[in-house]
Nanobody, 115 residues
Framework: QEQLVESGGALVQAGGSLRLSCAAS????????MGWYRQAPGKQRELVAS???????NYADSVKGRFTISGDNAKNTVSLQMNSLKAEDTAIYYC?????????WGQGTQVTVSS
């Protein structure tokens, strides 16, 4: 099974920016969607942003206008540009790539935003 590896997590000041990246260790065929999820301490995992193979995007209301998702199906990569970060963005972020019937997940990267 392919492995997804995330990078880019860090501790940043509120108002700062980070770019998260995710790459598959190999080739995933017939990708239909890619996305980023996050889980904050004591909270449920939530979808942050997703992008279909055709380029359509969807964002959680809490990040609209601040985060931008991008992907490259051929390279099996997905990124999340995060601007104007807030303390409530603090969470472990997980990337996801869907290549039916399989969903691939990364191990997570920590994002901490200090007030």
């Amino acid at each position: 099974q392919e492995q997804l590896v995330e990078s880019g997590g860090a501790l940043v000041q509120a108002g700062g920016s980070l770019r998260l990246s995710c790459a598959a260790s190999g080739i995933i065929y017939s990708i239909t969607a890619m996305g980023w999820y996050r889980q904050a301490p004591g909270k449920q995992r939530e979808l942050v942003a997703s992008i279909t193979s055709g380029g359509s995007t969807n964002y959680a209301d809490s990040v609209k206008g601040r985060f931008t998702i991008s992907g490259d199906n051929a390279k099996n990569t997905v990124s999340l540009q995060m601007n104007s970060l807030k303390a409530e963005d603090t969470a472990i972020y997980y990337c996801n790539i869907v290549g039916p019937p399989v969903r691939y997940w990364g191990q997570g990267t920590q994002v901490t935003v200090s007030s």
